[in-house]
C-alpha cells in the first residue's frame, strides 16, 4: 500500500515560474525523501529531510517538513524544462527500519 | 564511480516463462532493494537485503518470485513462471544507512 499521497497528481507551468508540489502521509516517520524520475529512467534522489528538521535547500530545490500535519512540500524555484519529470516522496518510517515507502507521484510538465 | 548496474534494459517474453534481472550495486553499499514499479505507480519494495541477508522480504510473492545475494554484492531477482501483471519495471537500489538510495535504471519487463 502506498504511504504517501502527491497533490497535485500533474502540474504544468512555463519556465522561469516556481513548482509546488506536496505530499501528505499516515503514520510517524524517521525521514522523508524526495526522488526524481525521467521518463524510462530510475529514479534520482533530491533531497532528504528528517523528521526533526522543518526546512532543507539544495540550489533551486526547497523541502519542507511538518510532522504535526503529516505532510511535507517541495518547491522548485526558477523552473527550467528539464525540470521536467514524475517527483516522488518516498518516507522511512520509525517502525520499518530500511524501507522506502513511495507515493504516486506529481508529473510536472514546464514549458519552455 | 558507477552508479547501480542494471540488466537487461528491457526483456520480452511469453507468459509462463522464467526471466532473470541481474543488479551490481555500488561498491560497499550493504543495503541492497529490490522493488517494482507499475505504470503511472511509485515504486514498492519486494525485498531487502542488509549484506546477504534477506531483511525483509514480507512482499514478495514467494509462490513464483525468488532472490539471491551472493556473497553480499550483487543480487538477481527471478520470477518462474511469469504472467501478464507481472509486467513493470524492476528496479534496484543500493544505499549506506541513513543516506538516500541510488536506483539503477531498471528493468523494464513485458510479459505477452
Known amino acids: 500500500s502506498q504511504q504517501g499521497e502527491e497533490d497535485p497528481q500533474a502540474l504544468s507551468i512555463q519556465e522561469g515560474e516556481n513548482a509546488t508540489m506536496n505530499c501528505s502521509y499516515k503514520?510517524?516517520?524517521?525521514?522523508l525523501q524526495w526522488y526524481r524520475q525521467n521518463s524510462g529512467r530510475g529514479l534520482v534522489h533530491l533531497i532528504l529531510?528528517?523528521?526533526?528538521?522543518r526546512e532543507k535547500h539544495s540550489g533551486r530545490l526547497r523541502v519542507t517538513l511538518d510532522t504535526s500535519k503529516k505532510s511535507s512540500s517541495l518547491l522548485i524555484t526558477a523552473s527550467r524544462a528539464a525540470d521536467t519529470a514524475s517527483y516522488f516522496c518516498a518516507t522511512e518510517l520509525s517502525t520499518s527500519g530500511s524501507r522506502l515507502t513511495f507515493g504516486e507521484g506529481t508529473q510536472l510538465t514546464v514549458n519552455p | 564511480e558507477a552508479g547501480v548496474v542494471q540488466s537487461p534494459r528491457y526483456k520480452i517474453i511469453e507468459k509462463k516463462q522464467p526471466v532473470a534481472f541481474w543488479c551490481n550495486p555500488i561498491?560497499?553499499?550493504?543495503?541492497l532493494y529490490w522493488y517494482r514499479q507499475n505504470l503511472g505507480q511509485g515504486p514498492e519494495l519486494l525485498i531487502r537485503?542488509?549484506?546477504?541477508?534477506?531483511?525483509?522480504d514480507s512482499q514478495l510473492p514467494k509462490d513464483r518470485f525468488s532472490a539471491e545475494r551472493l556473497k553480499g554484492v550483487d543480487s538477481t531477482l527471478k520470477i518462474q513462471p511469469a504472467e501478464l501483471g507481472d509486467s513493470a519495471v524492476y528496479l534496484c537500489?543500493?544505499?549506506?544507512?541513513?543516506?538516500?538510495?541510488?536506483f539503477g535504471s531498471g528493468t523494464r519487463l513485458t510479459v505477452v
Open positions: 503514520t510517524s516517520i524517521n525521514n
Open positions: 537485503y542488509e549484506n546477504e541477508e534477506a531483511v525483509d
Open positions: 537500489a543500493s544505499s549506506l544507512s541513513n543516506y538516500g538510495y541510488t
Open positions: 561498491s560497499g553499499h550493504n543495503t
Open positions: 529531510i528528517r523528521s526533526n528538521e
